[in-house]
């Protein structure tokens, strides 16, 4: 039955002397986005005019956006599915969702607070936002953030992250081996610090500091498991890494370094090299390639069962062909391998024995010939067969080889490789945006988004971020400070 048009001006009265009487609230930025109780600029004008009643059609109903204005949501039948660029003879931009989220930096200040510092801010901070003129909240916001980056409970976050990162921390559960800390504090340190990252691999000393996290401080200090001479190189010398990833010829450290370093999962073939156009010669004189053998390294390269290997790395199976990872897992693992179950490294034997061992009848220890091919009349190279980070890298995108004699050239090569530098940055990018583990879920970049179609050119890449962070000395505090400010942290 139609409203009687005097009785619709009575209540339209009434509500408007509820607004009266009680006003509307002051601007809340503890609103929750999404919440549409009133607030200032919420407060609507009800029209008592006498002109006639607009019934909405089926297709259309009235609503209230997120900011409280009046919206019409039209039927989909009705609806464009782009936004013209101009004339009619443009082409039209597709809308996605990402055009229809708007700037809330109390919204991204909440949620900033909570990852930098692991609480949330204040209500004075919020009002002191949320009160600021629009024009301003920009410059405001990013104050604030400056000033949480240097509080010191953010190096208690920093800390957490890299335990998580590496998967380890806490004191050792076997009596004798090391604390589970010392790599983890030290990445902290150095992104705390504003250092250059690249020190968690190359820095040659003070490399096992403590954190207290009563004063949430830092104490420099030297690993003892070194011989006297020998530089430290990061964390790739760290002794609760070496210990805590202990186990037959070094594959998992290897898998640690692999996967913490590249974001590439260690059990899959993205655990080696692979390439379209790997070189195509068998594992041993007069024998077959190998079907489906993906990987840079010349698979003769590598010990196996016809070349004196007490483990054989050219076996292969319909499902599955060792040798895609192991011809670079081979060239890599003998570097870790001095190091024993208490992360101390130990000199090699009279006999060439490594501090690992080969898991074959008697546990014996490994020697190099258990993973690369050495017979100087059997092998390539004069068996000649050397280490290596990789076969080929990228730096400033050009290729280069990376071979590596020692722990301390390996760090150099890792800190120079594209794919770590990268790696570095969607890690810090998958935390910040509230993802998982980028190597759990697969390695998947989610930094560089080639097929966004939004046209907003503050939306961040990979490249982006990589060109800040080097250009910024490799500061990773920098990365983050990038990543929070940005349009894709601050629109919701």
Known sequence: MPMNSSLKNVILLFLLSGLVAYGCERPNPNKIAGDTSAVLNDCPTPSIGSGPEVKPSSGTAVGVTSGGKQAS??????????ASTGSGNQPQVEKTELDERELDYSEA??????????????????YELGDTPKEQQKAKYEEMIDKMLSDQRFADTLVEFYKYTFKMGGAATTPGEPTRDTAPTLA????????????ILTQESSTCPSFNSTNHTFSPANCNNLP??????????????????????????????????LCRSGNEQAGGEPTDMPPQDPP??????IPGYQNKWPVNEIAGACNGGRVDFHAYNAGNVCSNCHSTWNHRAPLFSQFDSKGVYQPLTGLGEYAV????????????????????????????????????????????????????ELGQQMAKDDEVIEC???????????????????????VNLPDRKDQNQQLLTTSKLVSLFKSNNYNLKKVFREILVSDDFTRF
């Open 73 to 82: 949501n039209t039927s989909a039948s009705s609806v464009s599915t782009g």
């Open 109 to 126: 200040l909440r949620t900033a607070s909570i990852l930098i510092i692991g609480d949330a801010p204040t209500v004075s901070q919020l």
């Open 188 to 199: 902290a340190k150095i992104v705390y610090e504003g250092g250059d990252w690249r020190g």
């Open 228 to 261: 006297l001479g020998m530089k430290s190189s990061g964390i790739l010398t760290d002794p609760g890494v070496q210990s805590l990833f202990f186990g037959n010829l070094s594959f998992r450290r290897n898998r640690f370094y692999h996967e913490t370093f």
């Open 284 to 289: 041993c004189n007069g024998g077959a390639a």
């Open 357 to 408: 061992f080969v898991p074959v009848s008697g546990s014996p220890k490994a020697k190099l010939s258990d993973w690369l091919c050495i017979n100087p009349a059997t092998c390539p190279n004069a068996g000649q067969n050397k280490t290596a980070w990789k076969k080929t890298m990228k730096v400033d995108g050009a290729e280069q080889s990376a071979p590596a004699a020692n722990l301390t």
């Open 424 to 446: 570095a940055v969607k890690r810090t990018w998958n935390y910040m945006m509230g993802r998982a583990d980028i190597t759990e879920i697969g390695g998947r970049s989610w």
